[in-house]
């Protein structure tokens, strides 16, 4: 999909259009996007480059004095490399030379040479040579590296459909087994992520709920994401209230031993009583969440359980430099809630609507009572979830009609860039600051928001999986 735009400023028309020859302000548009993209990408790997330079010339004096088998070094980088960082003439090169401190300095020379793959590559070769804490030293300009990459942040939020693009073409960063990181989420199966998208409503009773224009593509992006991410992902669309408290049931029976985690995903209209199934009748959170307590899911004890709720969760709407109650009729043309009610309509008749849904709320639940306690349960029965909110709670939330939601959007644009290298905690804090940097055009804002249990830091770990002990490459996603 191209950007289209119906102009052009006066100086990208004459630093382009004349001298490249285009016929149209979108073709000069394109062409400076690609032109922008091409320096960007120059720049990157300049950067990159001299980091790497730096891991070596900074370290050079180390590497003289620890490094003992310099030429298992080299072999490695030529033989088990893929693309080799050094050639077959660079590794007699260093074989030639007579002590290992000169085959040291000849491999450090030809190493300088050989660009931005030095540091990581150099960090495989050493853990693997019984160089470990010589090859501690790499970790630092890795990172370095990485930062340089994942200059990532949007322009805007929601973000230009250029960039949008540019998100969803990417693959996710597949970590390697010596990558130096710990703290693995390592199963070949990670677990399940089932995904329940609702769209479309009965409407045979109040409140009357909207199409979701949008959510199908929330879904998909999601889908795509915790696919790369080693799960077996499930969709299910337009369930009812009772099939969805029957499907969250399902999950949880379902849950294998080996399974590290799991993840559910709602996409649907709420309120302050619940997120709505398609026939109108609120579910609440707390009653789904109970589904997967130790007793009732033994396989998920001390094991992370992780929700996404898309969902307005009341009626306050939001607007920068002031807090309204969402008496301002009809919204921006592309940006609309997901909160219980067509909102063109409501406000005049909030009160009544309120008490009708007071009506639907799913009958009585004892959450006093305690289950029956049976061996399974070694920590809390709250222990170890993670909610992850699109809203706070009272607020409506935003999702564009063309794009998808604003919060799911943000979290496939953090985790399809950050999912090798940060944890599910720090990266839902930057789907945070991506969500509250979105305005409509009537002004209105929001924030997304967690909570959470967890215990532990909890890391994707794309790319490895643990075979027989071992970390291991993963052969890829899951069908």
């Keep these: 999909m191209q950007q289209k735009r119906s102009h052009i400023n006066q ?60 030429e298992d070094v080299a072999d490695y980088l030529y033989s088990d490399v893929d693309p080799p960082l050094l050639t077959e003439g660079m590794l007699d090169e260093v074989k030639v030379q007579k002590t290992p401190t000169q085959k040291t300095k000849k491999l450090l020379d030809k190493l300088s040479k050989r660009g931005e ?22 970790i630092e300009y890795i990172s370095m590296q990485n930062d340089e ?36 989420v390592d199963g070949k199966r990670r677990g399940i992520c089932l995904i329940i998208n609702i769209v479309e409503y009965q409407n045979k009773q109040k409140p009357e709920l909207k199409e979701r224009k949008g959510s199908d593509e929330d879904a998909k992006n999601l889908l795509n994401v915790f696919k790369e991410l080693h799960f077996d992902v499930q969709q299910r669309g337009n369930l009812t209230s009772e099939e969805i408290l029957n499907e969250a049931e399902n999950l949880a029976k379902t849950v294998l031993e080996t399974d590290s ?95 009708n849904i007071g009506e639907l709320t799913v009958s009585d639940v004892n959450t006093e009572s305690e289950p029956q306690i049976q061996g399974t349960l070694t920590v809390s029965r709250d222990s170890d979830f993670l909610i992850a909110y699109s809203t706070p709670e009272g607020a409506q939330s935003w999702r564009h009609e063309k794009l998808g939601s604003w919060f799911i959007l943000a979290v496939v644009w953090v985790f399809r860039y950050h999912a090798h290298e940060l944890s599910l905690t720090d990266m839902l804090q930057r789907v945070n600051r991506y969500v509250s940097q979105g305005k409509t055009s009537r002004n209105d804002v929001t924030v997304s928001n967690f909570t959470t249990s967890l215990r532990h830091p909890l890391f994707f770990f794309p790319g490895i999986y643990n075979f027989n002990g071992y970390p291991r490459e993963h052969p890829g996603t899951l069908e």
């Excluded at 320096?39 to 004096?61: D, E, H, P």
């Excluded at 994942?150 to 969803?168: G, I």
Aim: some cysteine; proline content about 5%; hydrophobic content about 35%.
């Design 11 to 70: 100086r990208d028309r004459w630093a382009t259009g004349a001298d490249l020859g285009w016929s149209s302000a979108t073709q000069i548009a394109d062409g400076v996007d690609k032109i922008n993209r091409l320096i960007s990408a120059v720049v990157f790997t300049m950067a990159s480059i001299k980091i790497a330079k730096n891991s070596l010339q900074r370290n050079y004096t180390r590497f003289i004095k620890e490094l003992a088998n310099p």
């Design 117 to 138: 793959r030095v540091p990581q590559k150099l960090y495989e070769a050493l853990m693997e040579t019984g160089n470990e804490e010589l090859a501690q030293c790499m």
């Design 149 to 184: 990459k994942q200059k990532t942040a949007p322009s805007e939020w929601p973000p230009k459909e250029q960039e949008l693009d540019e998100m969803l073409e990417k693959k996710i960063h597949q970590l390697k087994p010596n990558d130096p990181i710990a703290y693995r």
């Design 261 to 355: 985690c799991v993840v559910l995903a709602i996409f649907s209209h709420g309120g302050k009583d619940g997120i709505y199934g398609s026939d109108n009748v609120p579910v609440k959170l707390e009653n789904i969440k109970e589904k997967f307590y130790p007793v009732e899911c033994p396989a998920l004890n001390e094991k992370p359980k992780i929700f996404f709720i898309q969902a307005c969760r009341g009626l306050t709407k939001e607007t920068a430099g002031a807090l309204s109650t969402a008496k301002e009729g009809k919204q921006a043309e592309k940006h609309t809630t997901d909160s219980e009610a067509d909102h063109n309509t409501l406000y005049s008749r909030i009160d009544q609507i309120t008490d």
